[in-house]
């Protein structure tokens, strides 16, 4: 079964970089598909921040791209998310996910909820 | 940007069916993905490539898809279908994934 778990602080102040990683179980990261990060504001919809392959591929959203990073480390089968220049709107639960061939989320992370305050 | 577009709600008796749309020029050209969400816990997949269904989901969930518009249908809705649901899909370039705003059914 594959297992996925977020990692990181739950406190970022504002200006600083958010960092997550996400931590892969029950399926090698080199093996294939994309991985990804998606967050959700308190009350709010979901929203796709960007995704990686093993090879080190990246797509992120326009509108985050500016202030996004995401990275993997297969010898440590997980992967990474830097969010720069953070500011109260960035307040969220942050997912992290599997992405099947053709798009779709199959297996999430639990979750991790990050506040942007000073 | 692309965008999805859900009714931000929609109310059922139980046992009754309710449709959930989500409509996106893409549609026809790239897969629709349903998520179920309650409180406090992760999505949940419960349709992937329009109309497949995951193991372990109910037989009373289904998707189809017309044109421009994907439909989730649940039959014979429970009490414990009450939830916020998201269909998800990719831009025209397939390198994009994309959320429509969720709707929060509502079982009466």
């Known amino acids: 079964q594959v297992q996925l778990q977020e990692s990181g602080p739950g406190l970022v102040k504002p200006s600083e970089t958010l960092s997550l990683t996400c931590a892969v179980s029950?399926?090698?990261?080199?093996?294939?598909?994309?991985w990804g990060w998606i967050r959700q504001p308190p009350g709010k919809g979901l929203e796709w921040i960007g995704s990686?392959?093993?090879?080190?591929?990246?797509y992120y959203n326009p509108s985050l791209k500016s202030r996004v990073t995401i990275s993997v480390d297969t010898s440590k089968n997980q992967f990474s998310l830097k969010l720069s220049s953070v500011t109260a709107a960035d307040t969220a639960v942050y997912y992290c996910?599997?992405?099947?061939?053709?798009?779709?989320?199959?297996?999430w992370g639990q979750g991790t909820l990050v506040t942007v305050s000073s | 940007s692309y965008e999805l577009t859900q009714p931000p709600s929609v109310s059922v008796s139980p046992g009754q069916t309710a449709r959930i749309t989500c409509s996106g020029d893409a549609l026809p050209k790239q897969y629709a993905y349903w998520y179920q969400q309650k409180p406090g816990q992760a999505p949940v997949l419960v349709i992937y490539?329009?109309?497949e269904r995951p193991s372990g989901i109910p037989e009373r969930f289904s998707g189809s898809s017309s044109g421009t518009t994907v439909t989730l249908t649940i039959s014979g809705v429970q009490a414990e279908d009450e939830a916020d649901y998201y269909c998800q899909s990719a831009d025209s370039s397939g390198t994009h994934v994309v959320f429509g705003g969720g709707t929060k059914l509502t079982v009466l």
């Open positions: 990686i392959y093993h090879s080190g591929s990246t």
């Open positions: 996910a599997r992405l099947t061939p053709n798009w779709g989320l199959d297996y």
């Open positions: 029950g399926y090698s990261i080199s093996s294939g598909y994309y």
């Open positions: 490539k329009d109309s």
